[in-house]
């Protein structure tokens, strides 16, 4: 069954960093653009960052700077490093083609709090 599967979430202190991961168990990972999404309690899911099949990447306003976004074809998995964390980042953070293609995996909690 494929599915998606996201880690490296956890309690941070406000300025700190944190790096997601989210591999695809499955096939198809290198030829799709890949894209992170968070939703906060209350709120839509948004996307926040983006990386093409070709390794171009793009970036919400509210993280640019501050987050990167990466992948390892090899390794059918897709990063996110989060930099100069802050309140409002808190959210569970999913990964998923820029389709929205596969289900969606449990995600995985980021909160930022002193």
């Known amino acids: 069954q494929v599915q998606l599967v996201e880690s490296g979430g956890g309690l941070v202190q406000p300025g700190g960093s944190l790096r997601l991961s989210c591999a695809l168990s499955?096939?198809?990972?290198?030829?799709?653009?890949w894209v992170w999404f968070r939703q906060a309690p209350g709120k839509e899911r948004e996307s926040v960052a983006g990386?093409?099949?070709?390794?171009?990447?793009n970036y919400a306003d509210f993280v640019k700077g501050r987050f990167a976004i990466s992948r390892d074809n090899a390794k059918n998995t897709v990063y996110l490093q989060m930099n100069s964390l802050n309140p409002e980042d808190t959210a569970v953070y999913y990964c998923?083609?820029?389709?929205?293609?596969?289900?969606w995996g449990q995600g995985t909690q980021v909160t930022v709090s002193s």
């Open positions: 998923n083609t820029a389709t929205r293609y596969y289900s």
């Open positions: 499955g096939r198809g990972f290198s030829i799709n653009a």
């Open positions: 990386i093409t099949s070709g390794g171009t990447t």
